[in-house]
């Protein structure tokens, strides 16, 4: 299923190719988050267009909203969205542990309100596997438990128990995709290996990494990943969830991450936010009021190539759709162009060249300074 085609002889950065029921995934890649199975404002064409290999969907949200009997009646979520390319779903623990309200947490699943209508619900090991089948997903996550940030030693010690668990239990339920165990272990180095090892030892398709981007410092997140990564084998995809800033995803994959998803490119779209290669930048700034250039130069995304600075802003001040919509389509470019010259690079085997120069250049400014 994943092909390791190159590793960068500097850094554990890997060049690789990920084969599955809806096409061939090309990585490293970023995953634009689809969770209420849409990529909000954006339409399948447009993703096309941008070059989105693969998309996210949530199993919690589309299970309670539209619910599995519409879904089946469609064939699945590739055929109701008409996103006819792969599609990862989540395994709807994070979802579970984080929105749900009064949960109670056995070894057998989760017990829970629905966050819409406070409807009883339950999601086991057994029922996210089958709610990924509905859907239709070519690469199914399994069933976990994410521990919050800070956790201490002994709940994440029995956490990661429960989740090895259903991580068995998960594997027996027939899926038409791929799975992909999650490795947990909270901020304890020996229990993300407990977790590695245990996971690998059961044969699954890819692994990912879990329990990051969870409120914990910067270095914390790098060092899950430097802690999970080593038990690792070689030739199946490794999979970061829930990130990141360009700067943590060009450093995740230095140490040897292949696979992306994050929420930012589109949430803070809505806050006028837009990544360039210099750094955020915030068009909501007066600044840019009369700016009569795009967004960032050199940018061939539709937004930069028809748009100033100027009227976004003007458009995100009065709340226009066509802001947001533009704002994302800008965003998410630059998130899946980043990957492409990531491969580019490593290709060429130049990628220490290029994650040293976009550190030198990506740089976070503080309001005050944009105000200027
Ligand atoms: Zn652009």
């Not at 909203?65 to 709807?92: A, K, M, V």
């Not at 619900?121 to 509905?134: H, K």
């Not at 090895?164 to 947990?184: D, M, N, S, Y």
């Not at 450093?251 to 696979?259: L, Q, T, Y």
Request: proline share 6%; with cysteine.
């Amino acid at each position: 299923m994943f092909e390791l085609l190159q590793v960068d002889p500097f850094s554990k950065a890997r060049r690789g190719r990920l084969t599955t029921n809806h096409g061939v995934i090309q990585t490293p890649i970023f995953m634009p988050v689809g969770t209420q199975g849409t990529v909000k404002s954006v339409s399948p064409a447009e993703l096309h267009e941008l070059g989105a290999q693969i998309i996210l969907g949530n199993t919690y949200h589309l299970f309670l909203r539209p619910g599995l009997d519409i879904i089946r009646e469609f064939g699945g979520l590739h055929q109701f969205s008409t996103w006819n390319s792969p599609i990862l779903t989540d395994s709807g623990g994070y979802q579970v542990f984080s929105l749900a309200k009064l949960r109670k947490i056995t070894d057998e699943g989760v017990h829970f309100q629905s966050h819409i209508d406070g409807a009883p619900c339950f999601i086991g090991p057994r029922e996210a596997m089958e709610i990924q089948a509905t859907l239709g997903s070519d690469i199914a996550m399994l069933f976990d438990e994410c521990p919050p940030y800070p956790c201490e030693y002994d709940y994440a010690a029995r956490s990661l128990e429960r989740t090895l668990l259903w991580a068995a239990r998960c594997k027996e339920v027939p899926t038409p995709g791929a799975k992909f165990g999650i490795i947990q272990g909270a901020t304890f180095p020996e229990l993300r290996r407990q977790s590695a090892e245990a996971l690998v030892a059961m044969d699954f398709d890819g692994y990912a990494v879990g329990g990051v981007s969870v409120g914990e410092p910067e270095l914390e997140m790098m060092a899950a990943v430097d802690n999970s990564v080593p038990y690792l084998p070689e030739n199946k995809a490794r999979y970061a969830m829930g990130l990141g800033t360009p700067p943590q995803m060009i450093e995740m994959i230095a140490r040897g991450i292949d696979m992306f998803d994050c929420v930012l490119p589109t949430r803070v779209a809505r806050n006028g936010t837009a990544f360039t290669k210099h750094g955020p930048l915030n068009l909501r700034n007066a600044c840019h009021a009369k700016a009569k250039g795009p967004i960032e130069e050199g940018c061939t995304c539709v937004a930069c190539r028809d748009f100033s600075r100027g009227y976004i802003r003007h458009l995100l001040k009065a709340e226009e759709i066509l802001g947001l919509r533009l704002m994302s389509l800008h965003n998410l470019h630059f998130y899946l162009n980043l990957m492409s010259q990531v491969r580019a690079a490593i290709e060429g085997g130049s990628f220490s060249t290029f994650r040293t120069a976009f550190a030198s250049t990506y740089r976070v400014r503080s309001a005050d300074e944009e105000q200027e």
